[in-house]
């Protein structure tokens, strides 16, 4: 997995709550086998509409995205992810995110940034007056900031999954270094329990 | 894991039972990973999250094709093909599957799946094995879905399995990989949150009308973060297919899992089916499943309680599952939702499924009606809906189709007779899969059609682009193909 640190740009101001997977990429483009590509469909539908935010040059070339609450909301699919990841942003900022997604984002390694309601505010309004007005998410300090340097706030992320990201480890690679825990764990489960294997 | 003391909730006694113990010093553990300090490595695995066993993981076409590549590229096997199950649902035409398959990408993906299973050796449903079917209706259909097991898949709707007693989670695609590698995932454990339903439900009143009605109640996000378990008289009282519905849909109340313990219900459901235990095993895993019930005095991280008696039929109006109203009442305004945000996301809503606030439910006609999907594609919500329709006729405004979960549950209803009452009334009667679910495959809305359907999300687009989509019970959704538009289902009861 690539190291993360700091994501520094401007940022995609996404004004809805509740946004869903379904929405970030619709049913019909996963059926592609591939991990990557997924940036021209992403919100396809909402971008049907020319004033949606994405249509704005203003916005092109946005390492951030700022939405409300419960974003990626619905269902797994982490191609919702690697939508967002070929739009190339690189951090997300809302007062929550949905669980699966917020799982999918720390193994894809985007930042799911949560600040408190009012921040979201100033931040949203902020890139939506001035579409290049800069911030920067810097992983090692846990600061989110303008790049003016007018505003900081403290995240919270948890100090493993932070590290993790810092240092870009691979999760299958340090789950693999537990493998005699894992052998002794299999041992001890009870011989009735299903198998798939058995016809 | 030392033995914990306190009395503990069922989510945390299954979740106590998966936890790979740790046996070596972390730091020692550092040193097995490359690249890291160990003295830095000691610090920061101690803060890791849980390594959780795994004791089911099932597998579909849309959401492994990159967990296997990823295998492939770094050189790794699966490591429990045993413990791994196989279909494909997403995807598969729900017609004319003996031709060849119209859309070319649905077509790679199942031969990639098909392909995946047999170089990894994983047991696969294939298209055409009777067993096919929705993957979260396989499962307990097959018996896999036992009581006290840790069950994941590559899809949100895999809470379904917590009906049965079982702690089943969706994961995304790198997750899955991770447990196709190790059988284990690494995860924060989760708050708990009881959902108690007390009373008795009324007549016409299922299963598909208490979660809608949940979800009305504490919003999209309410169970973020938690495991729900629900409880209460109404909930003991439901079939387990009706326990299947209401723990399949936690996910559209953000919630993390859904749990209901097993009980007698469960355990008749579950008895002689084609992998349940059997002999003394099945005896020695009744005796254990017996204790799996949240112990007295445990306490949950949140609590609500809600009077079965007064949930009546629910339509959803809108584009989240939480945005719904009961059949006899009108679509609200949303000037009257109490935050700026809800208020927006109804107007929205409103706009995009073209309805006026103020319309009365019952007013709003349907050109579809889709029954099937694995919230309600069992054989009991197919008679459930049969009953409704027998004798009478599809509205000539309407198209109707019904798409049971498996192979097993439309030749279940098959030998019943439900086709013949089906398509007498002028459904289609299709082969099985997740269909207008999610529109992946043919079958789905035309821009501006409205459906009445079964499945479980409403999101704008789900059932293909500009569709407009009511959730409902299957009783609600048969109705509403004969009215034409929503009626109260128990005036025909
Ligand atoms: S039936 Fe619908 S919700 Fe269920 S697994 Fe299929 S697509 Fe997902």
């Known amino acids: ?199 | 894991m030392s033995e914990p003391q306190h009395p503990r909730t069922l989510s945390e006694k299954i979740w106590d039972a998966h936890v790979v113990p740790s046996s070596l010093q972390e730091a020692a553990r550092g040193e097995a990973v490359e690249g890291i300090d160990p003295e830095e490595a000691a610090a920061i695995l101690a803060q890791r999250p849980d390594l959780l066993y795994i004791d089911l993981h099932l597998v579909h076409e849309v959401t492994s094709p990159q967990a296997f590549e990823g295998l492939r590229l770094a050189g790794r096997k699966v490591r429990r093909a045993d413990l791994t199950l196989a279909t494909v649902d997403h995807n598969v035409p729900t017609a004319d599957r003996d031709k060849s398959n119209p859309d070319p990408l649905s077509a790679q993906q199942i031969e990639v799946m098909q392909a995946n299973a047999k170089e990894f050796d994983v047991p696969l449903y294939d298209i055409f094995d009777i067993r096919q079917g929705v993957v979260h209706i396989i499962g307990p259909e097959q018996g896999y879905t036992q009581p006290g097991l840790t069950i994941v898949c590559g899809d949100s709707h895999t809470s379904t399995h917590g009906a049965m007693g079982a702690l089943a989670f969706g994961i995304g695609t790198s997750e899955v990989e991770h447990v196709l590698a190790t059988q284990t995932l690494p995860q924060a454990k989760p708050k708990t949150m009881s959902v108690e339903v007390t009373g008795e439900l009324g007549p016409g009143v299922t299963a598909k009308d208490v979660i809608l009605t949940i979800i009305a109640e504490i919003g999209v996000d309410g169970g973020v973060g938690h495991v729900i378990e629900y409880r209460g008289e109404a909930i003991r009282s439901l079939s387990m297919a009706g326990r299947l519905t209401v723990c399949n849909m936690s996910i559209e109340a953000g919630a993390r899992a859904g749990l209901i313990a097993p009980d007698e219900t469960t355990f008749e459901y579950l008895e002689g089916r084609p992998h349940a235990p059997r002999g003394d095993d099945w005896d020695e895993a009744v005796e254990h499943w017996r204790t799996l019930v949240t112990d007295d005095g445990a306490t949950f991280d949140r609590s609500i309680v809600l009077n079965g008696a007064a949930i009546v039929p629910f339509v959803t109006w809108g584009t989240n599952p939480g945005q719904g109203a009961p059949v006899n009442g009108r679509v609200p305004d949303p000037g009257g939702f109490a935050t700026p945000a809800l208020q927006e996301s109804a107007r929205r809503a409103l706009e995009y499924m073209d309805i006026e606030a103020g319309t009365a439910i019952r007013d709003i006609a349907v050109d579809r009606v889709f029954l099937g999907s694995c919230t309600n594609g069992r054989i009991e919500d197919l008679r459930a809906a049969a009953a409704i329709v027998e004798g009478k006729q599809v509205a000539d405004t309407v198209q109707a189709m019904v798409v049971p979960g498996s192979g097993l549950v439309k030749m279940q209803a098959e030998d019943e007779g439900l086709d013949v009452i089906f398509r007498d009334a002028g459904f289609d009667w299709r082969d099985p899969g997740c269909s207008m679910c999610l529109g992946m495959n043919p079958d789905i809305l035309l821009p501006g059609e409205r459906s009445a359907s079964t499945s479980n999300r409403n999101f704008e687009g789900r059932q293909g682009p500009g569709g407009r989509t009511h959730l409902v019970s299957p009783e609600m959704a048969a109705a509403a193909a004969i009215a034409g538009h929503f009626v109260d289902v128990r005036e025909l009861l």
């Open chain 1, 1 to 199: 997995m690539k190291k993360v640190e700091k994501v520094t740009g401007h940022a995609i101001p996404l004004n809805r709550a509740n946004v869903d997977t379904d929405q970030i990429i619709p049913a019909k483009h996963l059926k592609r086998i591939e991990r990557t590509g997924y940036g021209p469909f992403a919100f396809e539908s909402w971008r049907e509409d020319p004033d949606f935010v994405l249509n704005d040059p203003a916005y092109g070339g946005a390492k951030l995205l700022i939405s409300r609450h419960n974003f990626g909301s619905g269902s797994s699919r982490e191609h919702a992810v690697w939508a967002v990841e070929g739009l190339g942003v690189e951090a997300l900022i809302a007062p929550s995110f949905a669980d699966i997604f917020k799982n999918n984002c720390m193994k894809v390694g985007i930042l799911t940034v949560e600040l408190p309601e009012e921040d979201v505010d100033y931040l949203m309004a902020r890139s939506e007056e001035l579409p290049d007005a800069g911030i920067e998410v810097d992983l090692q300090a846990q600061t989110v900031r303008t790049t003016d340097g007018s505003w900081e706030r403290p995240f919270e992320i948890s100090p493993f999954a932070r590290w993790r990201l810092l240092n870009g480890f691979d999760d299958i690679g340090m789950t693999l270094a537990y493998d005699t825990d894992i052998e002794a764990f299999e041992r001890q489960r009870p011989n009735r329990l299903p198998v798939t294997t058995a016809d």
